[in-house]
Nanobody
Framework: QVQLVESGGGLVQAGGSLRLSCVASGAILRINLMGWYRQAPGKQRELVAVKSSGGTTEYTDSVKGRFTISRDNARNTVYLQMNSLKVEDTAVYYC?????????????????WGEGTLVTVSS
C-alpha cells in the first residue's frame, strides 16, 4: 500500500559527502515521524536522525554536526545530507516513517521501512 524508496547511497572517500533521499508513496493521509536508521555488520540497528511533521529533530551523538535531516512534506520526501563522512559511517541506511494511512474503516497509523541503501566510506 505504502512504499518507501531510497536513493543516493554509494561509495565515497572519507571526508566526502553524500545525500540520501527517500520518497513515500501510496494512500497517505499524514506522515508523522520520518527518518533514517543504519545497521553496520555485527552491530545493532540504530537511529541516525528523525524529524517530526512539526519540525522536531533528533540525531545520534556520533553524527551531530555532520549530518542534517530535512523534509519536503509536499513531496512526502526526507533527505539526509551527510558531510565529513567517516569509515565508521559505513552501513546499510534504512528510511523509516510513521504514517497515517487511509483504510476502509477510516484511518490507521502504521510504520514502514524502505529496503535500504548501502553507504560505503573508504579510507
Amino acid at each position: 500500500q505504502v512504499q518507501l524508496v531510497e536513493s543516493g547511497g554509494g561509495l565515497v572517500q572519507a571526508g566526502g559527502s553524500l545525500r540520501l533521499s527517500c520518497v513515500a508513496s501510496g494512500a497517505i493521509l499524514r506522515i508523522n515521524l520520518m527518518g533514517w536508521y543504519r545497521q553496520a555488520p555485527g552491530k545493532q540497528r540504530e537511529l541516525v536522525a528523525v524529524k517530526s511533521s512539526g519540525g522536531t529533530t533528533e540525531y545520534t551523538d556520533s553524527v551531530k554536526g555532520r549530518f542534517t535531516i530535512s523534509r519536503d512534506n509536499a513531496r512526502n520526501t526526507v533527505y539526509l545530507q551527510m558531510n565529513s563522512l567517516k569509515v565508521e559511517d559505513t552501513a546499510v541506511y534504512y528510511c523509516n516513517a510513521d504514517i497515517d494511512v487511509i483504510t476502509t474503516r477510516g484511518r490507521d497509523g502504521k510504520n514502514y521501512w524502505g529496503e535500504g541503501t548501502l553507504v560505503t566510506v573508504s579510507s
